[in-house]
């Protein structure tokens, strides 16, 4: 295979991987069995919750690893493997990571006083995620197996770097895919938005919440795009690495706010 060939496919592998994982998101990947009632928890549920330190346990191998494959698509599409081939070694552990995530759950026994009598992978969910892996495997396996790296391999930027406006530390890109996890979700928000007022408001403080519940959460992804790039400049400039990350919470800060006045 030409280097040529070799470039071609792992660009059309890490498209591949990243489809696949957002699917893999969407779908069930871990049962719970209770007594009277079966619970369970798709990709982006889980996430969440090891983002909110909820449910931890058995849903922290699946998290880790899926953050870990999240930066390494980023370093497919930059084409990081072309000039930092060590780095290959991030992806290799995230499949290792998601190799050893089957028999983890397999053999994971609930907590003390828990109402989770059984725990179960869900397979078709698991088999999307792990060929995921796969592909982004393949895709920086490939970048690595190019003989000849041009300048044109080693000046390509991220799909991370482009909305950015640069590159980001790995703190940054973490949270930068934890700042889009809401998104799948915003219709759901639009959708349930309305109900809020269906409870009597009780004071002035009670409506001022409900209202700006709802005008964070459905401008959220009008927002979103200006403000990651405002803060990714705004931590340039000044050099103070903090200043990303502490402007990227002010919308959460300001919708528990508001949360807050609705008690």
Known sequence: MTDQQKQTWATILWVIGLCLLFVSLLMTQIILVHDTYVDSDSGFMILFNIFAFHKLGINWPYGIATICAFISLSQCCGGDYYRLRWLIIFPILTFLLGLIFMPVVLTFEPA???????????????????????????????????????????????????????????CQTIFF???????????????????????PIHNAFDEIGRFGMIITALSYP???????????????????????????????????????MTK
């Open 112 to 170: 003390p006083y828990s109402s989770v009598m059984e725990t179960r992978i869900g397979w078709s969910g698991y088999f999307v995620w792990m060929l995921a892996l796969t592909c982004i495997l393949a895709s920086g396996s490939l970048q690595c197996s190019v003989n000849t790296v041009t300048d044109d391999m080693k000046g390509k930027r991220s799909i991370i770097e482009l909305i950015l406006g640069g590159k980001p530390s790995i």
């Open 177 to 199: 895919f934890l700042m889009l996890l809401p998104l799948p979700y915003w219709p759901m928000a639009l959708v349930v938005a309305p109900f809020l007022f269906d409870a």
């Open 222 to 260: 009008l927002y979103l795009l200006p403000l990651l790039r405002f803060a990714w400049a705004t931590s340039f400039r000044t050099g103070k690495k903090w200043t990303f990350y502490v402007l990227l919470l002010i919308p959460i800060v300001f919708f528990l706010i508001f949360v807050l």
